[in-house]
């Protein structure tokens, strides 16, 4: 389940699984106008964080270094660079980052936080966009970048307020996929040599 409160309302919960972020909501963008993401429009993930394509083995060395690793199976996006990255959160949750092509010389930045791909939920996991948890590791290591509004196709200049974003895992426990499908291979093989013994 995603949450999405009022920016004037705080977040108070005892939910043993849950994720709470921050997302931009009222902006700036470089023109001088104002703009801002509706609660519908979160989903679409319309921010990313720009880099210099220049930066980009400084930026996948600031990654290793805060704990991502490379993901070897996930849904590419258009213009995606390479393979993704991840890094695990508080159990079950896990933090989904994308490099892809933006502009000429710049690298866009896109991540989410999921469910973690260990599990079965992931396949139907609720997710959201990040920037801040992002933004932090760009700052720590001195690398410039700026946030880019796809939908405007303009950069954001100033973040007046923002969205509290809460996701909840499902209610059912996390199931990890690897001992189910190691059962299901065990129960195959049992059912087969069943069936060879009757030939």
Known sequence: MVLICDR????????????????PRTFKI?????DLIKNEDILSDHLSL?????RKEQLIRALFEEGFKKVQLENRKPYQIGNGFCKKLKNPWELHLRLLNLNKGII??????????KYIQH??????????EIESILKKHKIEYRIWNAKVRAYITNIIDNHQIQL????LAA???KPMMAIGITLAIVYALKFIRLF
């Open 8 to 23: 004037s309302e705080k977040i108070q919960s005892h939910y043993m699984s849950e994720f709470l972020t921050s997302y």
């Open 30 to 34: 470089m023109k001088g106008l104002q």
């Open 50 to 54: 720009a880099v210099k394509v220049k």
């Open 108 to 117: 866009g930045i896109h991540a989410e936080v999921e469910i973690s791909r």
């Open 123 to 132: 396949i139907r996991s609720v997710r959201a966009p990040v920037i801040y």
């Open 168 to 171: 909840r895992a499902p209610r």
């Open 175 to 177: 199931t990890p996929w």
